[in-house]
């Protein structure tokens, strides 16, 4: 039940030329947790979730959720919702119009759309152009297309990225609802504070590395959040 890891990361590495962008990296997510993957820009966070998503080959190791590689999984939007680079849209769809190529791509009924567009607060914006949105406009698009198979597992790139606080404490109350729906969430940051209210767990890496494991208050110790991180990171700046 809850305690089943869904997501598995096993001695994963991956180099490019001269860069070791992860490096024997291993971590479980446990179902229904929400946990963090963090790190300093470079780190290998976006590496790792493609590597999870079956975008990247591993050099060496492995990646699975729910016990398989993502590409042996049979139908994965209905088990994987990702949100890797939420700039990728059509500009001249609507939001709605989006959601619904998508859904038909992905075999969901069209139903879906609106009830989706409105569990993202974008009811008023879904006739609007793409191209016309604004970034936290297009970040909730993008997890309601993650969302359209309604996936148990949500993989999410920098999904605070470029949000004012209004949209930090949106995307706070939305991760708690996927939690309390049951749902496993792995999500990525470079800045702890966005994410250290909402997530149950963090890892924590430097240059593609495991340097720190476990909840939020035993990373922090008896210091600052933000202190403990930044050393962790190895950010000397
Ligand atoms: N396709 C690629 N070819 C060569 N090097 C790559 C490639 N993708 C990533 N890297 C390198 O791997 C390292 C890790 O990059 P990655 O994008 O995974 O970091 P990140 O933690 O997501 O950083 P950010 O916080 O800036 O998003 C970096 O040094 C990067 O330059
Ligand atoms: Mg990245």
Redo the contacts with the bound molecule.
Sequence with gaps: MAADPVIEVDSLT?R??K????DGLSFTVTGGSVVGLL????????????MLLGL?APTTGRATIGGRPYAAIPHPAREVGAVLDAAQFHPGRTGRNHLRVFAKAADVPKTRVDALLAQVDLEDAARKRVGKYSLGMRQRLALATALLGDPRVLVL??PANGLDPHGIRWLRDFLRAQRDEGRTVLL?S?VLAEVAQVVDHVVV?AK?RLVAQGAVDEIAGTGTLEDAFLKLTGDTR
């Design positions: 991956k490019y030329d860069t070791t962008a992860v790190g300093a820009n470079g780190s290998g966070k976006t590496t790792t979730m493609r990247a790139d920098e990525s470079h890496l593609g």
